[in-house]
């Protein structure tokens, strides 16, 4: 089992940049999947971005390739979302998910196959 907590959130001005942490509490880090997602107010929660087991394969949602990156160390526990050129529509709270422990190492876009999550952690853009 695994216990996530993530930080790094905040107020920032459009075009602005900010860096999300995930720390994972409990044994065996480097065999889960992590994810990240938001939900904006009134609205769904989507699938952000996704890292496997040890950091061989990406995904993201098609609305945020080439502004956020995720990357993890699995040495810290931590998963990492890296927010660049941010714009009013990524307002939303964050959560970290974890998938596993997993056999294999892959990424998954479906919530549903996520078994942990965190508390989540708002980013608020301005205009």
């Known amino acids: 089992q695994v216990q996530l907590e993530e930080s790094g959130g905040g107020l920032v001005q459009a075009g602005d940049s900010l860096r999300l942490s995930c720390t994972a509490s409990g044994r065996a880090f480097g065999s889960y999947n992590m994810g990240w997602f938001r939900q904006a107010p009134g609205k769904e929660r989507v699938f952000v971005a996704a890292?496997?087991?040890?950091?061989?394969?990406?995904g993201y949602a098609d609305s945020v390739k080439g502004r956020l990156t995720i990357s993890r160390d699995n040495a810290k526990n931590t998963v990492y979302l890296q927010m660049n050129t941010l714009t009013p529509e990524d307002t939303a709270v964050y959560y970290c998910?974890?998938?596993?422990?997993?056999?294999?190492?892959?990424?998954?876009?479906?919530?549903?196959?996520?078994?942990?999550w965190g508390q989540g952690t708002q980013v608020t853009v301005s205009s």
């Open positions: 890292v496997s087991q040890n950091g061989g394969r990406t």
């Open positions: 998910a974890a998938n596993g422990p997993a056999a294999i190492e892959y990424v998954t876009t479906h919530p549903s196959a996520y078994q942990y």
